[in-house]
């Protein structure tokens, strides 16, 4: 079977609802003032680890769980991929080790500390702790889950099948690229559906790895990827999911630290919700783009609220447009 065919989202999507109900879409009167167009949210701030991985865990975890001699996984992340990794393996009582680098968020920290993963820091970026995570897997004896597997993708696709289903007909989705794995689910169940609506990926100008790769056809590094928005802070693209987006997306849209901040800004004072740095970014760049779809309907993921206390503060406390991240 095709492991993205809508079958198989399908049957990923009840495995995800039998543990967390559907997250909801909603248009609000204020964002769609500021966007000039009908704006759809699609609330991935709303499951129980604050974000949209969970999905991909629960049905990953659902499969490693049934091999032989299966005792754990090791994973490398900013947070909500481990927070996904270390909720589902709990379930399954399975081990859990999650390497992040140095200077990750603490209050990611201690989220995934709280639900049972084993923290261990390591190197400046995700990248490097990523790499590492995959070098240590066979001495620990645990699974390496990479950021980017079918199973993954499966378990994202149900938030993309909500939104498809529960919101007036799209013309357009906008999404944060990370590794790939949500914007992937949402081509994935956006063809699977036999649906029209363009997807349009959205990066950071400060972690561009993916917006670059996609222009050039191929995968390009970056040097490094500091950036407010965590989430996307990616500098090497993983080719199965580059594959996908190049084939799937019809463009990806770059945008800065200040634009983030303001849609995180925005989207407190216009609904009263959370969005961290990713979760934000395709407000921001529906923002840049005021106007391309005046008269449309357009989807925004909201991909996760896991911001710490003191960075929100900080954004919200200065609209100036000065610099958010050392």
Same mark, same amino acid.
């Given at each position: ?11 990923? &999507? ?13 248009? $609000? ?10 704006? $759809? ?27 032989? !001699? ?18 589902? &393996? ?12 140095? !200077? ?6 201690? #989220? ?24 240590? #897997? ?33 013309? #357009? ?11 992937? !689910? ?5 063809? #699977? ?25 191929? &995968? ?72 391309? $779809? ?33």
């Amino acid at each position: 079977m095709n492991e993205l065919s809508l079958t198989a989202l399908e049957r990923a &999507a009840a495995l995800v609802h039998q543990v967390i109900p559907p997250t909801p879409q909603y248009s $609000w009167p204020l964002l769609n003032a500021r966007a000039g167009c009908e704006l $759809w949210v699609k609330h991935e701030n709303h499951t129980p680890i604050g974000a949209f991985k969970v999905r991909g865990g629960l049905v990953l975890l659902d499969r490693l769980r049934s091999r032989p !001699g299966f005792r754990g996984v090791i994973s490398a992340t900013r947070g909500n991929h481990g927070q996904s990794l270390a909720f589902a &393996a709990a379930r399954a009582g399975a081990r859990c080790v999650i390497l992040v680098p140095h !200077g990750n968020s603490r209050e990611k920290n201690a #989220a995934m500390r709280a639900l049972g993963a084993e923290l261990v820091e390591h190197g400046r970026d995700f990248d490097e702790a990523r790499e590492r995570a995959s070098a240590l #897997a066979a001495g620990e004896g645990l699974e390496y889950v990479g950021p980017f597997l079918p199973e993954l993708v499966a378990g994202v696709a149900s938030y993309a099948l909500e939104l498809f289903r529960g919101a007036a007909p799209l013309d #357009a989705v906008y999404v944060p690229i990370g590794c790939g794995s949500g914007i992937c !689910g949402l081509i994935a169940a956006r063809d #699977a559906l036999g649906l029209a609506t363009r997807i349009i990926g959205v990066v950071s100008a400060n972690a561009n790895a993916y917006a670059q790769s996609f222009a050039a056809r191929r &995968a390009v590094e970056t040097a490094s990827a500091v950036t407010l928005a965590d989430g996307m802070a990616v500098r090497v693209p993983v080719p199965a999911a580059l594959e996908i987006i190049i084939r799937g997306a019809e463009r990806i849209v770059e945008v800065t630290d200040a634009e983030v901040a303001a849609a995180m800004r925005h989207y407190f004072t216009d609904t009263h919700n959370v969005a961290e740095g990713a979760g934000a970014a395709p407000l921001a760049a529906v923002l840049q783009e005021r106007g391309r $779809w005046r008269g449309k309907r357009v989807g925004i993921i909201l991909s996760g609220g896991n911001v710490d206390r003191e960075v929100f503060a900080r954004v919200l406390a200065d609209a100036s447009g000065g610099p958010l991240v050392e």
